[in-house]
């Protein structure tokens, strides 16, 4: 199958779940060719039957602003036509469906004009923000909810986020839920004694806390901190904070308040956030709302409990008292009482860790996962 994947290039759940599925199916024979601004946060070079295509946007003064969408439709429709593509699958409604939509029309349209070639189906997955955020903006709801309706296959992360979007939408085209997916032969607990030693010194340091984001106001990176001088109380602990947003610097004045910048760690955009989420004892995301929860299934394919809130899809992915806890969003105490309740005790804390690991093996393993896209595809072109 020939397959043209969209998605954003940027650090986040959509670019990294579309370029690891991409990767995924190219090692399933698949040829697949992954189309953005830039090649993505996840991008490896050298996988066969694998390429990337870059959206280039031309400056023309009468536009005060850069024409992405029409960039992209444009490079869609000339990939399609080259390269004979089989489907257009657009992560991310809007600019990616949108685009997707405008390339089909392009080429049926020129079709009478032009030698035929095939017109690849569309297949849209919705990973959150798309619905929760711009689809509930009245600027652009209407856009959204025609993008996927014109769609020929749609998929969502959870159950959760297909209720939002029906809701929201007032979508009737029928969604097939696909949950994000690891290869777990390559997510294992791999503790680098260096580098815990130098996050967490000996004598001074005896369990790691770590938060993964981009630090938006939805994930509540405040709460984090304050969970975390909780748990400081009771346990001898160090904060890790990996990522970058606009509540970083929020978060950095509330530890020095609480008297904790000396053992909140603010790391930034890491390039090896699977080491350092491999040293956690426990994964903190009490997120104001979560589609899915990608980056609690990295940790607990990692054997790290999760403690964070019963928001959205995370309830799909972590099974409370099993492979973490998840209590109602706002709830600092609850959720920090958990967390010295994991770190106080090792067995528990193994446990859960195993637990957490067996259930994204059974549940969210690529093998298990990919195979649902490949249905989709074959679905939607009738085979």
Known sequence: ???????????????????????ALALRGHTVHLISSEPPFRWRRGVP???FVPVEVP???????????????TTVARVAEERRLDIVHAHYAVPHATAAY????????????????????TVTTLHGTDITLVGSDPSYARAVAFSIEQSHGVTT???????????????????RVIP??????EYRRRVDPELRARLCPAGECDALVVHVSNFRPVKRVLDVVRIFERVAREVDSVLLMVGEGPERSSAQALARRLGRLDRVRFLGQHQAIEEIVGLADVFLL???LESFGLA?????????????????????????????????????EGMATRAIEILKDDERRREMGQAARQRVESLFGAERVVGQYEAVYNRVLGR
Do not use: W
């Open 1 to 23: 199958m020939n397959i043209g994947m969209v998605c954003y290039a940027s650090v986040g759940g959509s670019g990294v779940v579309a370029t690891e599925l991409a990767h």
């Open 49 to 51: 039957n694998m390429s």
């Open 59 to 73: 400056p023309y003064p009468l536009f005060r602003e850069p024409q992405y969408l029409l960039a992209l439709a």
């Open 102 to 121: 405008l390339a089909y029309q392009m080429l049926d349209a020129s079709c009478g004009r032009r030698p035929a070639v095939p017109v690849p189906r």
């Open 157 to 175: 992360v959870s159950e959760s986020l297909k209720a939002d979007t029906i809701k929201s939408l007032g979508v009737l085209h029928e969604i």
């Open 180 to 185: 994000n997916f690891l290869d777990c032969t």
């Open 286 to 288: 009490p997120s104001e």
């Open 296 to 332: 609690a299934l990295e940790a607990m394919a990692r054997g790290v409990p999760v403690v964070g809130s019963d928001a959205g899809g995370l309830p799909e992915v972590v099974r409370h008292a099993e492979s973490g806890y998840l209590l109602p969003v706002g709830d600092v």
